[in-house]
Protein backbone atom coordinates (compact mmCIF):
# COMPACT_ATOMS: atom_id res chain seq x y z
CA UNK A 1 0.00 0.00 0.00
CA UNK A 2 1.33 3.23 -0.83
CA UNK A 3 -0.24 6.83 0.84
CA UNK A 4 -0.20 10.31 -1.23
CA UNK A 5 -0.58 13.47 0.80
CA UNK A 6 -0.98 16.64 -1.06
CA UNK A 7 -0.17 20.01 0.45
CA UNK A 8 0.29 23.77 -0.42
CA UNK A 9 -3.43 24.69 -2.46
CA UNK A 10 -5.12 27.69 -1.64
CA UNK A 11 -6.52 30.70 -2.67
CA UNK A 12 -4.35 33.00 -5.08
CA UNK A 13 -4.93 35.94 -7.73
CA UNK A 14 -4.79 35.91 -11.37
CA UNK A 15 -0.90 35.92 -12.51
CA UNK A 16 0.04 34.64 -8.77
CA UNK A 17 2.06 31.45 -7.88
CA UNK A 18 1.81 28.30 -5.66
CA UNK A 19 3.91 25.27 -5.06
CA UNK A 20 1.97 22.21 -4.40
CA UNK A 21 3.78 19.07 -2.68
CA UNK A 22 3.05 15.34 -2.58
CA UNK A 23 4.74 13.00 -0.36
CA UNK A 24 4.58 9.33 -0.25
CA UNK A 25 4.55 6.71 2.61
CA UNK A 26 3.89 3.02 2.74
CA UNK A 27 5.77 0.99 0.59
CA UNK A 28 7.61 3.42 -1.74
CA UNK A 29 9.69 0.76 -3.18
CA UNK A 30 9.64 0.62 -6.88
CA UNK A 31 7.92 3.72 -6.95
CA UNK A 32 8.45 5.10 -11.00
CA UNK A 33 6.25 7.96 -12.27
CA UNK A 34 4.33 10.46 -10.19
CA UNK A 35 2.42 12.99 -11.75
CA UNK A 36 -0.31 15.33 -10.93
CA UNK A 37 -3.73 15.58 -12.18
CA UNK A 38 -7.02 18.47 -12.09
CA UNK A 39 -10.33 18.19 -11.64
CA UNK A 40 -13.01 21.48 -11.85
CA UNK A 41 -16.52 20.91 -11.09
CA UNK A 42 -18.44 20.28 -13.69
CA UNK A 43 -15.47 18.91 -15.56
CA UNK A 44 -13.32 15.38 -16.14
CA UNK A 45 -10.05 14.70 -14.39
CA UNK A 46 -7.51 16.08 -16.42
CA UNK A 47 -3.80 15.41 -17.18
CA UNK A 48 -1.33 17.74 -15.63
CA UNK A 49 1.95 16.64 -16.09
CA UNK A 50 3.78 13.55 -14.88
CA UNK A 51 8.03 12.95 -13.73
CA UNK A 52 9.81 9.80 -14.01
CA UNK A 53 11.60 8.80 -11.08
CA UNK A 54 15.23 10.14 -12.29
CA UNK A 55 13.47 13.44 -12.82
CA UNK A 56 15.12 12.74 -16.72
CA UNK A 57 12.11 12.74 -17.98
CA UNK A 58 8.63 15.04 -17.81
CA UNK A 59 5.42 15.99 -19.56
CA UNK A 60 2.87 18.41 -19.21
CA UNK A 61 -0.37 19.10 -20.66
CA UNK A 62 -0.33 21.86 -23.56
CA UNK A 63 -2.81 24.11 -21.07
CA UNK A 64 0.29 24.44 -18.57
CA UNK A 65 3.26 24.33 -20.40
CA UNK A 66 5.27 26.94 -19.56
CA UNK A 67 3.53 27.75 -16.99
CA UNK A 68 4.11 24.84 -14.53
CA UNK A 69 7.03 23.25 -13.61
CA UNK A 70 7.11 19.29 -11.97
CA UNK A 71 9.98 18.01 -9.90
CA UNK A 72 11.27 15.32 -7.44
CA UNK A 73 12.70 15.89 -3.97
CA UNK A 74 16.07 14.51 -3.03
CA UNK A 75 14.86 11.14 -1.67
CA UNK A 76 12.20 10.36 -4.63
CA UNK A 77 8.79 10.25 -2.74
CA UNK A 78 8.10 13.57 -2.88
CA UNK A 79 7.18 15.26 -5.83
CA UNK A 80 6.39 18.77 -6.52
CA UNK A 81 4.18 21.24 -8.71
CA UNK A 82 5.28 24.78 -9.23
CA UNK A 83 2.78 26.93 -10.68
CA UNK A 84 3.03 30.33 -12.21
CA UNK A 85 1.20 32.91 -13.83
CA UNK A 86 -1.83 31.02 -12.83
CA UNK A 87 -5.11 31.83 -14.19
CA UNK A 88 -9.06 31.73 -13.27
CA UNK A 89 -9.37 28.40 -15.13
CA UNK A 90 -6.49 26.78 -13.45
CA UNK A 91 -9.02 26.50 -10.45
CA UNK A 92 -9.39 22.70 -9.93
CA UNK A 93 -8.90 20.10 -7.15
CA UNK A 94 -5.15 19.17 -7.62
CA UNK A 95 -4.72 15.18 -7.30
CA UNK A 96 -1.10 13.28 -7.05
CA UNK A 97 -1.03 10.05 -8.51
CA UNK A 98 2.05 7.27 -8.52
CA UNK A 99 2.67 3.85 -10.12
CA UNK A 100 5.03 0.80 -10.28
CA UNK A 101 5.24 0.62 -13.94
CA UNK A 102 8.20 2.17 -15.70
CA UNK A 103 7.37 5.70 -17.31
CA UNK A 104 6.64 5.79 -20.88
CA UNK A 105 4.86 7.83 -23.37
CA UNK A 106 4.05 10.43 -20.88
CA UNK A 107 2.02 8.78 -18.37
CA UNK A 108 -0.88 11.20 -18.80
CA UNK A 109 -3.79 9.15 -18.49
CA UNK A 110 -5.70 8.05 -15.50
CA UNK A 111 -5.14 4.28 -16.22
CA UNK A 112 -1.54 4.61 -16.13
CA UNK A 113 -1.65 5.11 -12.32
CA UNK A 114 -2.64 2.63 -9.50
CA UNK A 115 -1.61 5.37 -6.25
CA UNK A 116 -4.02 8.32 -5.75
CA UNK A 117 -4.16 11.06 -3.15
CA UNK A 118 -7.17 13.24 -1.39
CA UNK A 119 -6.42 16.06 -3.61
CA UNK A 120 -5.62 19.87 -2.65
CA UNK A 121 -8.07 22.82 -3.88
CA UNK A 122 -6.58 25.88 -5.96
CA UNK A 123 -8.79 28.36 -6.66
CA UNK A 124 -7.79 30.99 -8.82
CA UNK A 125 -9.62 34.93 -8.36
CA UNK A 126 -9.35 37.26 -11.18
Known amino acids: QVQLVESGGGPVQAGGSLRLSCAASGRTSGIDPMGWFRQAPGKEREFVAA????????SYADSVKGRFTISRGSAKTTVYLQMYSLKPEDTAVYYC???????????????????WGQGTQVTVSS
Open 51 to 58: ISWSGGST
Open 97 to 115: AADRRPYGLGHSTESEYDY
